[in-house]
């Protein structure tokens, strides 16, 4: 079988095993998936900028709220404040 030329990206959730209530979500990449090290990225500029982080808490609380059980909205709900948050990491010269 030939090796695919492509990333493997897996994802899972678990759960409370009484209240069914989503505990985690768990991703899995290969080392040279480019998005995992923007995602690293992301969060090293949450860790830096702490009023940056309580925004995106804020925006992810509001956004859980609103979209309890369409994990699809949920995430895309995110992207505008990610992408915005990744471009002045960028002019800052922060490199994937």
């Known amino acids: ?3 695919p030329t ?3 990206k897996a994802a ?5 095993a009484v209240t069914g209530v989503r505990t985690h ?5 290969e080392a040279s998936f480019a998005e ?4 690293l990225i992301f969060r090293d500029v949450l860790i830096a900028h702490p009023d940056v982080a ?4 804020a925006l992810k609380r509001r956004l859980a709220a ?3 059980n369409d994990r699809v909205a949920y995430t895309r709900g995110k992207t505008t404040f990610i992408e915005s948050v990744m471009t002045r990491a960028a002019r800052d010269g922060v490199r994937v």
């Open 25 to 29: 979500h768990i991703h899995m990449v």
């Open 66 to 68: 609103d979209h309890p």
């Open 6 to 8: 492509a990333f493997v």
């Open 12 to 16: 899972t959730c678990a759960a409370d």
């Open 54 to 57: 309580r925004e995106y808490e």
């Open 36 to 39: 995992h090290w923007r995602r």
């Open 1 to 3: 079988m030939a090796k």
